[in-house]
């Protein structure tokens, strides 16, 4: 009798994740991670590779960004991401800046701040970029 009870409830509780999954996993953002370095030489064109990066993603709520609700996200070596998020607005930003807005200033280095929309049961594509200059 404990068997068939413990595997019922397991059976449940497969089920219950299954569903949640589902529903957490329907949306998000996905892409790549690219560096770019500009300046350097005159008429130098800038170069841009594929690689792992960290940023920052947080929500918009009445047209700003909820910097205390951020979610830090690392791209694979490869460049690739993938992020399961509800559906709305969202703010893509340099984590520094979601960390202490009020304190940031833009350094040499810093990933493009872009503010996207997730569509309801749907991935949403997007590349993020930082960007570097060169001496």
Not at 51 to 67: Q, W
């Amino acid at each position: 009798m404990e068997m068939f009870s413990l595997g019922f409830l397991c059976l449940v509780f497969a089920q219950s994740l299954a569903v949640e999954a589902s529903g957490v996993d329907a949306s998000g953002l996905k892409g790549t991670t690219k560096y770019r370095i500009s300046g350097g030489a005159a008429g130098s064109k800038p170069k841009e590779k594929v690689m792992s990066l960290t940023f920052a993603i947080a929500p918009v709520v009445e047209d700003k960004p909820a910097y205390q609700q951020p979610v830090y996200v690392t791209s694979n070596d490869d460049g690739s991401y993938a992020v399961s998020l509800p559906p709305g607005k969202y703010w893509i930003g340099p984590p520094a800046k979601a960390r202490a807005p009020e304190n940031y200033l833009p350094g040499a280095i810093a990933v493009v701040e872009r503010i996207v929309v997730v569509q309801e049961q749907a991935w949403t594509q997007l590349d993020v970029l930082q960007i570097g200059n060169a001496p």
